[in-house]
């Protein structure tokens, strides 16, 4: 029995990633038992990224994702769910208080018609909420995390926003004016699954499906800086809201992808928060309060004279020979933080599946230090002078989380050569700082 639950759930888990679940197996009475689609996809997420990774290096001759640029993914990613350490999702949470206390109808949670009419007002809310993130400028400081990747796979769907969701919530109420809560979490999930697969350069076409869903062909043309890609295909499962709302484009030249101004780094608060810092910088430079509070809620383009949403005569131009952001570093350093990334990635999967059981101050302590690996990776990969001294202080900090059982390691059998490693990683970054400090020292002499 045990065996067929676990199949049936890895089922689910496959399928819901392509939108393949029926109303039946997917309708709950109660918001408890609806499943976390998003976990039982996540082996998923891996076993395709290496598929494209393989499929890419058999089709292209070259790999498909780099290291740096991946593994940025990925923390992003894991710092988007940092938020549920401490708290219920805000669209969740926000439907269930609308829901409770003002919805105007309350349509079957068992009907099929029920849940087709969700999955399609989930999916025109998600329409408006990504023509939003792009459309208002404090929005937009969230999503652009989104947008950041140079290269454009599967782990480029995995580069979330940690903000994003505290302004997303509002544009979802409206249905919960008449769509149970259970209804809706299916919904939520499914419509966030399905647009993993669809961020991939190796599917070209889907044919006739071009017409009405989004396809890798669209979403491609929605990553890209080239100035006919900019907002456009704002559509999560459909693309027909674009086709109405005039929002749609093909995909003619080649697309390249990224944000319009790159930001030329991989250091993981900076890609998550940088834009805020740029909004404020920004309204500064004006001198009315009309035109300060317009650079916040206008559109990202703007300025003074212009309409609502800029334009792009500031914009670099496209030429179709750019190349990405990617500075070289040794093999061993590469092996070395993907090796870190994965004890990080271990802790950080102790963390969420723990968290009931963990006090507060544990969970800060370790939510701290795995925004501290994060960091510290991304200072590596950037080859700052000062990522010596922060990866030592790192370092101290592990061997300390490993003394007092806080870091396991990713194997039982593994546990002696993680501390051992650990240990000398300590050793080398130790020797390196004090190197460094001893060429300042002797320059300043």
Same mark, same amino acid.
């Given at each position: ?35 976390? !689609? ?68 309350? @349509? ?18 998600? !329409? ?70 669809i961020h991939t350069e190796l599917i070209r076409s889907l044919g006739p499906l071009e017409w009405v869903f989004n396809t890798p062909k669209h979403h491609r043309v929605h990553h890209g800086?080239?100035? !006919? ?122 963390l969420f599946e723990n968290k009931m059981m963990l006090s507060q101050f544990t969970i800060l302590g370790m939510t701290g230090y795995i925004l501290l690996t994060l960091t510290s990776m ?25 003394? !007092? ?31 460094? @400090? ?8």
């Amino acid at each position: 029995m045990a065996e067929e639950a676990e199949t049936g759930s890895s089922s689910v888990g496959f399928r819901s990633l392509f939108f393949m679940l029926t109303p039946n197996e997917s309708s709950f009475h109660k918001l408890e038992d609806v499943p976390q !689609y998003v976990q039982q996809a996540t082996p998923f997420f891996v076993g395709l990224m290496v598929l494209e990774l393989v499929v890419g290096l058999l089709k292209t001759g070259s790999a498909v994702v780099t290291i740096s640029d991946g593994l940025t993914s990925v923390a992003c990613g894991m710092i988007s769910r940092i938020p549920l350490l401490f708290m219920r999702s805000c669209e969740l949470s926000a439907y269930m208080f609308v829901w409770d206390r003002y919805r105007l109808l309350e @349509l079957p949670w068992d009907s099929a018609w029920t849940w087709w009419l969700t999955f399609v007002g989930v999916d025109f809310c998600y !329409y408006w909420v990504h023509r939003f993130a792009h459309e208002v400028s404090f929005i937009w400081a969230s999503h652009q995390v989104h947008h950041s990747s140079e290269y454009y796979n599967l782990s480029t769907a995995l580069r979330q926003s940690l903000t994003q969701q505290f302004t997303s919530w509002i544009f979802y109420m409206p249905m919960a004016l008449i769509a149970p809560p259970t209804v809706f979490a299916v919904h939520i999930q499914l419509n966030l699954l399905y647009q993993f697969w669809i961020h991939t350069e190796l599917i070209r076409s889907l044919g006739p499906l071009e017409w009405v869903f989004n396809t890798p062909k669209h979403h491609r043309v929605h990553h890209g800086r080239n100035e !006919y890609c900019i907002d456009k295909n704002y559509g999560g499962i459909l693309i027909i809201w674009d086709r109405l709302f005039g929002t749609f484009a093909e995909e003619t030249d080649k697309v390249v992808f990224g944000l319009v101004f790159p930001i030329d780094t991989f250091e993981i608060l900076y890609v998550q928060l940088h834009y805020y810092l740029n909004l404020w910088r920004k309204s500064k430079t004006f001198k009315t309060i009309g035109d300060k509070l317009s650079t916040f809620f206008k559109g990202p383009s703007w300025s003074p004279g212009k309409s609502r949403l800029g334009d792009h005569d500031d914009n670099p131009k496209v030429t179709g020979q750019e190349v990405p952001h990617e500075p070289s570093w040794s093999l061993p350093l590469q092996v070395y933080v993907v090796i870190h990334f994965l004890l990080a990635l271990g802790t950080y999967h102790d963390l969420f599946e723990n968290k009931m059981m963990l006090s507060q101050f544990t969970i800060l302590g370790m939510t701290g230090y795995i925004l501290l690996t994060l960091t510290s990776m991304g200072f590596i990969m950037d080859q700052r002078p000062t990522a010596a001294h922060l990866e030592m202080l790192r370092c101290v900090l592990m061997a300390v989380m490993q003394r !007092y059982g806080c870091m396991k390691p990713l194997l039982p059998s593994l546990a002696g050569p993680t501390e051992a490693f650990v240990s000398l990683s300590l050793l080398l970054w130790a020797l390196q700082s004090f190197s460094q @400090l001893l060429r300042i020292k002797k320059k300043a002499d």
